[in-house]
């Protein structure tokens, strides 16, 4: 019986999750030092302008690996 080639554990969902978990974490992290200072929501704004280009540098380091 022939094996079938193994699958890449990189999928549109993995990478999706890994966008989805660095962005709602640096919002979380920024949100903690804003509330720290005294403005959460002005922290939350910052976790989420920092966290997009964090998380895409994420998948593509992971993606990137992989080749």
Partial sequence: MASSPPRS???LAS???LLF???GASMGTGAL???A???WGLGLLV???VG???SILVVYRV???SR
Wanted: neutral net charge; hydrophobic residues 40%; aromatic residues 8%.
């Fill in 15 to 17: 990478a999706s999750g």
């Fill in 37 to 39: 200072v005294g403005s």
């Fill in 52 to 54: 997009i280009p964090l």
């Fill in 63 to 65: 993606y990137g690996a």
């Fill in 47 to 49: 976790g989420a302008i």
């Fill in 21 to 23: 978990g660095t962005t």
């Fill in 9 to 11: 554990p990189n999928t």
């Fill in 33 to 35: 030092v804003g509330w």
